[in-house]
């Protein structure tokens, strides 16, 4: 990647249709700064590069002293939206839908004194985060987290993960390739993260903007903060278990290490699809049911008074791309928090569904199964008394997609429609992709067996087995899961 600036006033008239209609929108509030610093991907990733983002372009915005919002650099995305319009990296279905994933991304970073340029740095975050985009096609939405295990920065802040919303001062636009919204990155601390994984993100979002030093209205990321929101304002960990308590968690899955093993299958059935690792040539997911999966991953759950697996679709999915990610581990969270006709669409759609089960395709079969045996490493282990106390118990789904392969797990309450796990056959599967279903009583149990997975202390492998329920666990360590075979 470089940096340059764009020469010339008419720069705007040789800019490709969708490319101009996010300039514009960024000239609205930037008349003084027509010329901004960008950095732009040396070989497109239209030509091979590895950068999906053409151009991350940089601003110095003065912030708003009536509203306590500090002076900052802001930060631009060019690229998970259809810049072009020709094919050559998203594909066109229409003015009216999203244009490309139908969003940008942008940064707020606050601006050190006596700092006269922006540090480039977040370009390439926003390059990593847009690269996870394209590898997964998992869209992200305000109210997301990304926990990224390392400094924003290289440095050592105490700012090592990211929340999504909406960026508070670019309005969505319309390109003549569909529209466009603009998520914004907020860094924030461990135990933020932790909070908006056991409740949910906006919940964070809200207790974020009523702190001025972890960012205030505008989410301004400071990576010199020192202080977590619960230590600047302790009252306001409170008001997460309460929400908590009352709410239950919005988090409906992750993209995490994983894997499963059918116990009830000898080991030499060739048919065998029980893990993605324990093949070279595994079985992958069938187009419908990786278009399912993804639907869970994109939408969560709406009604929590009556939850729903989204049917399989029948509309042929977009191209898969193996995901390949440069941290050790990044989860992301599944929020259902865009824009008003996004979120109106996707309640139309779960509305529609809500009057009939999951028949399943004539052509896929489901499998029962008489014992499974779990795999998770030590942060998505983390997250299963999570997924039970704040989603099962709540009478609600959580879903574990592999980064690694094509594996997916679904833990299922006895409350949600749809599932083809039933009380009768709680193990079953279809391909690589494994529901759970889980009855209260076993959940208050495994919640009390697995509580020693909060402490970092645990020593790896961890195994917890329910002999009764033919159902084991095991926390592996991370090397676990870099060898295809395992």
């Given amino acids: 990647m470089e940096e340059l600036r764009p020469s010339g006033p008419g720069i705007a008239a040789l800019l490709p249709p969708g490319l ?27 030509l091979g590069g590895p950068d999906p983002l053409d151009y991350i372009s940089m601003y110095r915005n003065p912030g708003s002293p009536a509203q306590d919002v500090p002076e ?23 003015v009216e839908g999203p244009s490309g994933f139908g969003f940008e991304l942008t940064f707020r970073l606050r601006r050190e004194t006596g700092e006269t340029a922006p540090p480039t740095w977040p370009a390439e975050l926003m390059q990593g985060l847009a690269r996870y985009v394209f590898q997964s096609e998992n869209t992200l939405c305000s109210g997301d987290h990304v926990s990224w295990h390392s400094p924003l920065d290289n440095s050592e802040s105490r700012i090592q993960h990211m929340l999504l919303t909406e960026d508070p001062q670019l309005q969505p636009v319309r390109t003549p390739f569909g529209t466009v919204a603009f998520l914004q990155i907020v860094g924030i601390c461990t135990e933020e993260l932790q909070a908006a994984q056991q409740w949910n993100g906006q919940g964070i979002l809200e207790l974020l903007r009523t702190v001025p030093v972890a960012g205030g209205s505008w989410l301004i990321t400071d990576m010199r903060r020192g202080e977590t929101i619960f230590e600047s304002d302790p009252h306001l960990q409170e008001r997460v278990d309460k929400g908590i308590a009352t709410d239950g968690s919005n988090l409906s899955g992750v993209s995490a290490k994983c894997a499963w093993v059918d116990l009830s299958r000898p080991p030499e059935d060739e048919e065998d699809s029980r893990s993605i690792y324990l093949e070279m040539h595994p079985r992958r997911l069938s187009d419908k049911d990786t278009e399912q999966i993804r639907e869970v991953l994109r939408r969560g759950l709406e009604m929590n008074t009556k939850p729903i697996l989204p049917p399989i679709s029948s509309q042929k999915p977009q191209q898969q ?12 969270s599944v929020g259902h928090f865009q824009s008003k006709q996004t979120e109106r669409t996707r309640k139309d759609s779960l509305e529609s569904e809500s009057s009939a089960a999951i028949v399943p395709h004539e052509l896929i079969r489901t499998r029962q199964l008489e014992s499974v045996h779990l795999k998770f490493n030590q942060e998505s282990g983390t997250l299963i008394p999570l997924s039970l106390r704040g989603r099962l118990l709540h009478g609600r789904h959580f879903t574990y997609k592999s980064i690694t392969g094509d594996t997916a797990i679904t833990f299922v309450s006895t409350g949600v429609e749809g599932a083809f796990a039933t009380e009768e056959h709680p193990y079953a599967a279809h391909g690589p992709w494994l529901q759970i279903l889980l009855n209260e009583e076993f959940v208050e149990r495994m919640l009390e067996d697995l509580e020693d997975l909060a402490s970092q202390e645990v020593k790896l492998p961890k195994e917890y087995s329910w002999p009764e329920k033919k159902l084991k666990i095991t926390i592996l360590p991370e090397s676990a899961f870099d060898s295809p075979l395992q």
């Fill in 20 to 46: 101009h209609a996010i300039y514009q929108e960024c000239k609205r509030l930037y008349s003084d700064q027509p010329n901004p610093l960008q950095v732009t991907a040396i070989v497109k990733y239209w």
């Fill in 72 to 94: 900052h650099w802001h930060y631009v995305s060019f690229g998970l939206s259809d810049l072009y319009g020709d094919n050559r990296v998203h594909e066109f279905t229409g």
């Fill in 321 to 332: 791309i193996g995901m390949n990610h440069d941290r050790a581990q990044l989860v992301q």
